[in-house]
């Protein structure tokens, strides 16, 4: 499941006349983006000669992208970092990692994990299964194992879940 290249954001527009890009990031926060000095746009290296939040956006320069029109062209691209540059504190997990785990309540499986929902009060694990979609809040009174290696993660549901 865990791959070399972690996907961290999308180019959405540009930003100026000098070759800026709008990042919309797909982490916990802009700021996070702005910590890296090199991004992988299409498998490639490319460096980052600037970067900054504004807003819930990130801006960027890329080295080589010097026009509007050049930035332009990289407009719906994915951008990319090495997750070995990257450390999370313990319990935290890149949701690249998390989809498609199998999901367990005691032993039985109930589905795969096929997205994370972000929420204002916590993250919410959309699972599918046999019997239907469920929602389940990704907090320490339902999850009680995420196993990375193995692929799965197991839950304690309450009725109605």
């Not at 180019?11 to 802009?30: F, L, M, Q």
């Not at 992208?65 to 935290?92: F, H, K, M, N």
């Not at 699972?127 to 196993?147: K, Q, W």
Request: hydrophobic fraction near 45%; aromatic fraction near 6%.
């Amino acid at each position: 499941m865990a791959d070399n290249l972690l996907e961290i954001g999308q180019i959405v527009s540009t930003h100026g006349v000098r070759g800026e890009v709008r990042v919309t990031p797909w982490c916990d926060s802009p700021a996070f983006l702005t910590g890296f000095s090199t991004v992988y746009l299409r498998g490639a290296p490319v460096n980052v000669e600037s970067s900054r939040a504004h807003k819930n956006l990130v801006l960027m320069k890329l080295a080589g992208i010097d026009t509007v029109e050049a930035a332009q062209a990289l407009r719906d691209a994915v951008l990319s970092i090495d997750r070995s540059g990257v450390t999370l504190p313990e319990g935290r997990y890149f949701i690249q990692d998390l989809i498609g785990l199998a999901v367990y309540d005691g032993a039985e499986h109930i589905g795969t994990l096929t997205d994370v929902l972000t929420m204002p009060a916590h993250d919410v694990y959309q699972v599918r299964g046999e019997d239907g979609e469920r929602l389940i809040p990704a907090v320490p009174e339902f999850v009680n194992e995420i196993d990375i290696p193995a692929g799965i993660m197991r839950v304690s549901l309450i009725e109605g879940m």
